[in-house]
């Protein structure tokens, strides 16, 4: 049976809180899911995050979920993306220590998805990952083009229009979930299973 595991990890502003969702067996890979936008309430709890981890789990990976700094229990205060991506960057060498030098996936959501889009420059992930990024919030950088990109047709807090326009130079394909809004209700099933089949086809 998969376990959860709560983690303390050391973070440039101090420590952050995490939780690790082992698979059954060996993992095939380090998935590491960040959440939405902290001044907005995101957390690690995240229904869309708590989803993500999970599928990552079913698909034989080690996942971890953490609080950005300033949220929950973590260290230091909110730092607009930039110190984000320093809490990425140790959770993942964390998670590598711990569990070994895996394949990694970085997935995110929202504020998420931004830092990690900065974060895969710099850490060069086997995938990302990107449910609703925070396009046209902030600075969105360029993303590979095996990305895995999921989003809303109806989302009211990050317009279609916005990922498409941020997208389109890239020619990288959006897949749309019709009458769907920013949180996903409803749809969190078919986000699983979205998230499965690309991973089943394109495994690691």
Known sequence: MAATEKLVIAGQAGRLEGVVHHPEGSPRAIAVVAHPL?????TMENKVVTTLAKTFVELGCAAVRFNFRGTGNSAGAFDEGNGEVD???????????TLGELPLVLAGFSFGGYVQARAAQRLHPRRLVLIAPAVGRFAMPQVPPD???IHGEQDDVIPLQEALFWARPQ???IVVLPETEHF????????RQLVVKEFNGNPL
Not at 38 to 42: I, K, Q, R, V
Not at 87 to 97: G, K, P, S, Y
Request: charged share 10%; hydrophobic share 45%; proline share 7%.
């Open 38 to 42: 902290p001044t907005m309430g995101g």
């Open 87 to 97: 809490d990425v960057i140790a959770v993942v060498e964390h998670a590598q220590q």
């Open 147 to 149: 990305t895995l990109l």
């Open 171 to 173: 020619h990288l394909p």
């Open 184 to 191: 996903f209700h409803g749809r969190l099933n078919l986000l």
